[in-house]
């Protein structure tokens, strides 16, 4: 009777497939990081937004859509502005993302 080996031989497709479920959980494992509360005594800034309805928003340009027809107009943020009561500064002053980083 021929002898039968009980070690089974890995085929290159099983071994692709252990190293790509590998890299997926390693990618997944970057995603576990828990959000950074601050309790509100602890917060250096209080906050007003039951009183201030104002938004500062700065962004890289031309990062959102503007009105054919009047290129100072942005329709989303109009109906942001119309939808919530909140008043919305929009400013283009990011270039990339050294300079973002640099302002926050």
Request: aromatic share 8%; glycine share 8%; charged share 30%.
């Amino acid at each position: 009777m021929p002898q039968t080996s009980s070690r089974t031989t890995a085929s290159r497709r099983s071994l692709l497939r252990a190293l790509g479920g590998t890299a997926a959980l390693g990618a997944l494992a970057g995603c576990g990081v828990p959000a950074a509360y601050v309790r509100p005594g602890d917060r250096s800034v209080s906050d007003e937004s039951a009183s201030d309805h104002r938004l500062t928003w700065a962004n890289w340009p031309l990062y959102i859509d503007t009105d054919d027809k009047n290129p100072n107009r942005r329709p989303t943020l109009d109906a942001f502005e119309k939808r919530t009561g909140i008043r919305v500064e929009y400013v283009e002053e990011i270039n990339d993302n050294d300079e973002f980083f640099g302002k926050i």
